[in-house]
């Protein structure tokens, strides 16, 4: 049967790393985890990711620092260094890319493994999910690929996160059955210097975005989006929450709204009780 590789890249998220490695642990047959700031500015955001990654065991936490200068390189860089440190790399096991503000209920990870099967027509897993904006209640639809197949021990990941390897017709884990996708409710700071240094050869691409965060995300008012939606029209071309339409919102342009239960391994970090997020980092 073939086996799960689960590969997690963290840093500055000590409110995260704990359910992310659990969950990890849990849906995979080995989990690496390499915590780097990626580039030198990214530093000052350390805490404790580092520390309560040691705790655990069962973690193979490696000590790397990739020499790529390019964020996205980078990043590609950290998990093809994972990958030929693991002891499942072999040809027929599949890479699970996991990062730390991304989860998955229970029903969603029973269907993931059992796609994974040997007799699979398919090379990649395509994870539809929530992107959760604000709170644990308001989200954007999006899609992306997150669990890859190795066919060829010369496969390997490539800028940004991307296989290496053109897969057969993927399968898609559907709507019913999403990803919860908390990338936004960590620390918006970091955001902005990780978006300033991943757009540096574009910067009118990164100053747009990090305007975004200033003057719509920080001041969001969800008891009056439509107005936000407007005030960002203006400053971004698109009726939506997000600065582009790369995450999908309602038909009018607004949040989803979502009302149900997050993955168990958030619920028993407390996190679904925070109200608002950015408060949270603004402390």
Not at 228 to 247: D, Q, T
């Amino acid at each position: 049967m073939n086996k799960i590789i689960g590969l997690i890249t963290a840093w500055g998220v000590e409110d995260w790393i704990r359910p992310a490695v659990r969950q990890a642990l849990v849906y995979c047959d080995e989990v690496l985890a390499v915590v780097s700031p990626f580039a030198p500015q990214l530093r000052r955001f350390e805490d404790r990711t580092y520390d309560i990654c040691k705790e655990y065991g069962r973690l193979k936490l490696l000590d790397y620092e990739s020499s790529e200068t390019y964020i996205r390189s980078a990043i590609a860089d950290v998990l093809n260094h994972m990958l030929k440190n693991s002891d499942l790399h072999r040809v027929g096991n599949w890479v699970w890319i996991l990062d730390s503000d991304e989860f998955y209920a229970e029903s969603s990870a029973k269907e993931i493994i059992a796609a994974t099967r040997d007799d699979a027509d398919y090379d990649k897993i395509v994870m539809e999910s929530r992107f959760f904006m604000i709170n644990m209640q308001h989200y954007l639809n999006e899609a992306g690929d997150r669990m890859f197949r190795i066919m060829d021990m010369n496969d390997r990941f490539v800028p940004t996160c991307k296989w290496s390897r053109t897969p057969r017709a993927p399968y898609a884990i559907r709507r019913a059955n999403r990803m919860f996708h908390y990338s936004m409710l960590t620390d918006t700071e970091r955001h902005r210097e990780r978006w300033l240094l991943r757009y540096r050869n574009t910067p009118d691409v990164g100053f747009k975005i990090v305007k975004w965060l200033d003057e719509i995300y920080a001041k969001y008012d969800l008891g009056n989006e439509d107005y936000w939606i407007e005030r960002n029209f203006k400053l971004s071309g698109v009726r939506s929450p997000w600065v582009n339409m790369g995450f999908k919102p309602d038909e009018n342009g607004r949040l989803f709204k979502y009302n149900g239960r997050h993955p168990k391994f958030i619920e028993e970090a407390g996190l679904p009780e925070i109200k608002d997020f950015r408060k949270r980092h603004a402390t």
